[in-house]
């Protein structure tokens, strides 16, 4: 929904620009999407876990990106708002998600933090550890 203002109204409508146009970024950069909002159910004493995209970078990587969206860098901005619950439920996801594969490739997890007009691309930006 976009409002009179210009303005995308709800939160998963912001969140969907965010993604759009972090793929769109992650696409000029020569990467891959294989998968979109990959999720994972959430047990009974477990919330659910998702990834936002999944892309393949062009040495074979397989690149698990949490892109988060703020109007401005206040409260430690975009990137700080991935913390170590969120983070967990990204590797959790991941986890499942490579379960799948016969032969998992290397992988990472990167952020996209936009800010703004401002989009930031954290490569490697947590691990699974």
Known sequence: MVTAEGRVGTTKARGDVAEERALAFLKQQGLRLVSRNYRVAGGPHARGAEV???????????????????ASGGAGGAAASVGGVKQRRIVRAAQHYLMR????PPCRFDVIAIEGDRLEWLKAAFDAG
């Open 52 to 70: 936002d995209l999944i892309v393949a970078d062009r040495d074979g990587t397989l690149v698990f990106v949490e892109v988060r969206s703020r």
């Open 101 to 104: 594969l016969a032969s998992p």
